[in-house]
């Protein structure tokens, strides 16, 4: 076989079924080999090779599942550093091959030659240079185990152009089997253990380890066990559910006020899977200053690397909960529960103000929540609709929220959005979007069309980039240097020209019935929301400060 047809087939025999992509020059012997091959792995073509990197973190964000993509050599590769760099941030496993120039044109600045490799390497758990086409069965093989194992995150293989032509034998070494994580140090559960017995005032802090481990029941089992409420991190978000009497929210810049005066007043802080972001903690030296930290993560090199922590635990989510649980009997915090929780009630968001006239994101994404089964998936992009979603959006099921946590990267949720359709069919899939971020990537709704995809795209036109816009209201004295941008872009006509259905709502009457419409339209669909440029994200902690400096509300 080829060296491009092997790459297909073990491809295919690690389970994959739907690649996304983008064909070009040098990775033209890799899409021949896919031709006729229609049945067994599908091939989404995109607009970008960004949009097909953020389609296929999507894909996996969505499913559980790796995300694979193609691109070809130079700007085909680099246009895939932003969506790797967003998967490496929030830990999704993808493995994301590109193809070279041929080995005698490297290093000669060659058409389309960029070292792709060395570009890559602080953003990747591993990449690859191949070298022979006898390499190429295993190295597949273990990039996908890799990308899968311990704490995952993305994965390049780069293949010279002459190599994707090679001759060498396929010997069908068979799918990846996942890595495995050492059991934590018995000695240093024991000591999580006395900590957990002798604290009065314990809470629990869930992150992205936790959603992407389906380790949500266990966590509230602890809760349960223990009686400490529980705290999300953006990426924690849907691992826990929003009725639960332990749930506080969304921790951290723009968390509940309940969240973060439970972080100020804890005498143990449990952190589960999480990184300790700078927009949780904001001042490190205060974060929890009260507590003992148990630190609980797969990943070694996080034990205080952000956080001082007392007991690391270091090893798989389930299994480290699951020696707590064993070892810890049931315990009462009556005091403690009965605090949080009047906090937690007299600390609710702001509920939307019927009497007020303009409409708002709060309001449009309330009745998006209520209009919505509870698997529809939720996708954003980043800025203060994102923190809309992340404050006034109940998720119930793990992995219905879909958005870039830790690198922020505007123009990520349209592919995101398509990819988790993709990976998702039959399932309702929305994006929220702002009208910054959409026009960056809104040519992947070409895509979004060309599958017939179900996605209902909001775009929450403000004219403005709300979140800088707001920063500089907070922090820069209404210096508003280039975030009023006023765009006249008309959406509703984008979205026709696309081939898809646009929609407007302009006053508060038109949500729920032009929701309603979107919703039950079961195709792509794009709602231009006119909503008012000063509507403020509150409350927020600014930078580097804690819950002791939070601003709870827009002072004028």
């Not at 005066?261 to 990184?275: F, K, S, W, Y």
Request: glycine share 10%; with cysteine; hydrophobic share 40%.
């Amino acid at each position: 076989m080829t060296g491009a047809q092997i790459l297909v087939q073990a491809i295919i025999d690690q389970g994959t079924e739907v690649v996304f992509g983008y064909p070009g020059g040098a990775i033209l012997n890799v899409y021949d080999a896919l031709y006729g091959r229609e049945n067994e792995i599908r091939h989404v073509i995109t607009s970008h090779e960004q949009g097909a990197a953020h389609a296929a973190d999507g894909y996996a964000r969505s499913t559980g599942r790796t995300g694979v993509v193609f691109a070809t050599s130079g700007p085909g590769a680099t246009n895939l550093v932003t969506g790797i760099a967003t998967a490496y941030h929030d830990s999704i496993p993808l493995v994301a091959v590109t193809c070279n120039v041929t080995r005698d044109l490297i290093g000669r600045d060659s058409f389309q030659e960029v070292d792709i490799v060395d570009i890559t390497n602080p953003i990747v758990k591993h990449n690859y240079l191949v070298q022979s086409a006898d390499e190429i069965e295993s190295i597949v093989r273990e990039a996908f185990e890799i990308a899968g194992s311990g704490r995952k995150g993305p994965v390049l293989i780069d293949i010279p152009k002459d190599i994707t032509a090679a001759k060498a034998d396929y010997y069908g070494i068979g799918s990846y089997k996942l890595r495995q994580t050492p059991p934590p140090d018995p000695q240093q559960v024991a000591f999580a253990v006395q900590a957990a017995r002798k604290a009065k005032h314990p809470l629990i802090f869930c992150g992205g380890g936790v959603t992407f481990s389906d380790n949500g029941g266990l966590l509230r089992q602890l809760a349960e066990r223990i009686q400490a409420p529980i705290c999300l991190s953006m990426m924690g978000l849907s691992s826990v559910p929003p009725d639960s009497e332990y749930y506080l929210g969304l921790v951290g810049m723009h968390g509940t006020a309940a969240a973060n005066q439970a972080v100020l007043e804890c005498d143990l802080l449990i952190a589960v899977g999480t990184r300790f972001s700078d927009r949780v903690v904001g001042d490190r030296g205060r974060f929890a200053k009260n507590a003992e930290v148990i630190q609980i993560d797969i990943d070694q090199s996080e034990m205080s690397k952000n956080v001082r922590v007392d007991y690391p635990l270091v090893g798989e989510a389930r299994e480290c909960l699951q020696m707590l649980i064993d070892r810890l009997d049931e315990q009462k915090r009556p005091e403690w529960m009965h605090r949080v929780l009047r906090n937690k009630a007299l600390n609710a968001l702001p509920a939307v103000d019927p009497d007020r006239k303009t409409l708002t994101a709060k309001e449009i994404i309330t009745t998006l929540n209520r209009l919505t089964g509870k698997d529809t998936i939720i996708a954003t992009d980043v800025g203060q609709h994102q923190m809309f979603v992340a404050q006034y959006y109940n998720f119930y099921q793990p992995r219905t929220f879909i958005s870039s946590c830790g690198l922020g990267t505007m123009g990520y949720g349209m592919g995101a959005a398509n990819g988790a359709a993709v990976g998702n069919p039959g399932r309702a899939v929305v994006l929220v979007t702002g009208d910054g971020s959409f026009h960056m990537n809104m040519t992947e709704l070409a895509v979004t069309v060309s599958n017939n995809l179900p996605v209902v795209v909001l775009v929450m036109n403000n004219r403005v980039l709300g979140m800088v816009h707001q920063w500089q209201k907070l922090f820069y004295q209404e210096r508003y240097v280039q975030t009023e941008i006023g765009r006249r872009t008309d959406y509703v006509k984008v979205a026709e020209g696309f081939g898809a259905k646009g929609l407007r709502i302009t006053v508060r009457e038109e949500i729920e019935p032009v929701l309603r419409e979107a919703l039950e339209a079961r195709a792509p669909v794009v709602v231009d929301c006119l909503i008012e440029s000063g509507e403020r994200v509150f409350p927020i902690i600014p930078p580097g400060k804690t819950g002791k400096d939070m601003i709870y509300y827009d002072n004028g």
